[in-house]
């Protein structure tokens, strides 16, 4: 799997020695030159700005570059930047290999000979009141569309003064290598300031305590929550049944009539304990014994005159004493049969309305 290139993020932001794995590794793999020479130069800006010490890196390889390999554009640019990588004499090599006058030289290293002398290396040390705290960089870029876009570095250098910011950071307007979707960043300088930040001592701590300092809310809201209990009646204190009947099952309990001593009364008229639960529900007066008879013998005979007014007479002949239908009942037992089932549905609508009530 090949390398990845690298981004502003990693140059910016890795460490020292696996930044220097990750370039020697990408030049083995890509032969890229110019990106290893863009690459050392934004690393000596990051070396310049901060307190982290870049100097020097990948040196074996930048020397083997500028002694070997085929001069290039970007090579004649930012040579002067890499010329405390050599010797005396092997920089003069380096220059001979690479321009064939010094006019050439001179033209080709304008602008980086302009920079250099913002690399210097300046004691970091500071004896005002902020003498403790770290710095943080920000700095806002123009891109090739003309955007502006900020960059913050982390560890900034606590002495280096305004000029001195101002040049390191124009040097990456030099490099192409910074990149999003294809558009060139860091095209132009636009300003920059510098932030004085400590660490809080808060937040120093062992995990053990912080564990602690989060639970202990926690136990305060348990005992408050056990005083309110204390502080209840003891009927609020029970506790609640585990399962309350559904709506549906309290409306059949309430609609359905149940007769006492089923096994008593299985053998008597369905009508005679209707009439009795409804006396006792109250819906019905308390009736004279013979009084009751004689209405349901009025009642039934009235009905059943009515029934078989209505219905043509069936024959007779061959029949027998008693007349059966062909379901081998007799008209009897129909007739008391449909009187119990209107009864039944009377009864029902007269306990729907009571339970509506």
């Given at each position: 799997m090949q390398t990845q290139r690298l981004g502003q993020r990693q140059l910016f932001n890795m460490l020292r020695g696996n930044l220097e794995k990750r370039i020697i590794k990408l030049y083995s793999e890509t032969r890229d030159v110019s990106a290893v020479i863009e690459y050392a130069v934004a690393i000596l800006v990051r070396h310049s700005l901060t307190v982290t010490d870049f100097s020097f890196i990948c040196q074996e390889l930048i020397r083997e570059l500028f002694l070997t390999a085929e001069p290039s554009a970007v090579l004649r640019r930012f040579s002067v930047f890499f010329e405390d990588y050599f010797a005396v004499d092997e920089w003069k090599s380096v220059v001979a290999r690479l321009y064939k006058h010094k006019k050439d030289y001179l033209a080709a290293t304008e602008e980086a000979r302009s920079y250099k002398v913002y690399l210097q290396e300046k004691d970091p040390t500071r004896i005002d009141?902020?003498?403790d705290h770290?710095?943080?960089l920000k700095s806002i870029f123009k891109g090739a569309n003309g955007r502006k876009h900020t960059w913050t570095l982390r560890k900034a250098h606590p002495t280096k003064n305004q000029e001195e910011i101002i040049?390191?950071?124009?040097?990456?307007?030099?490099?192409?290598?910074?990149?999003?979707?294809?558009?060139?960043?860091?095209?132009e300088f636009v300003a920059f300031s510098r932030t004085a930040t400590t660490e809080d001592p808060y937040y120093a701590v062992e995990p053990?305590?912080?564990?602690?300092?989060?639970?202990?809310?926690?136990?305060?809201n348990t005992r408050k929550t056990a005083r309110k209990r204390t502080a209840s009646s003891?009927?609020?204190i029970q506790p609640k049944p585990a399962q309350k009947a559904s709506r549906k099952e309290e409306v059949k309990q309430k609609n359905t009539a149940k007769i006492p001593d089923y096994e008593a009364n299985k053998d008597r008229p369905v009508r005679e304990l209707i009439n009795e639960r409804l006396v006792e529900e109250g819906l019905l007066p308390d009736p004279d014994p013979k009084t009751e008879d004689t209405f349901n013998d009025s009642d039934s005979s009235q009905k059943s005159q009515q029934v078989s007014s209505q219905k043509p007479k069936q024959s007779t002949v061959g029949s027998g004493k008693s007349t059966k239908n062909e379901f081998g009942k007799s008209e009897e037992q129909i007739e008391s049969e449909r009187n119990d089932r209107r009864f039944r549905r009377r009864l029902a609508k007269i306990m729907g309305k009571r339970n509506k009530k």
């Open positions: 009141g902020l003498a770290q710095f943080d040049g390191a950071l124009k040097i990456l307007t030099m490099l192409t290598i910074f990149e999003t979707n294809g558009v060139r960043k860091f095209t053990e305590e912080q564990i602690e300092s989060v639970e202990e809310p926690v136990e305060k003891p009927q609020e």
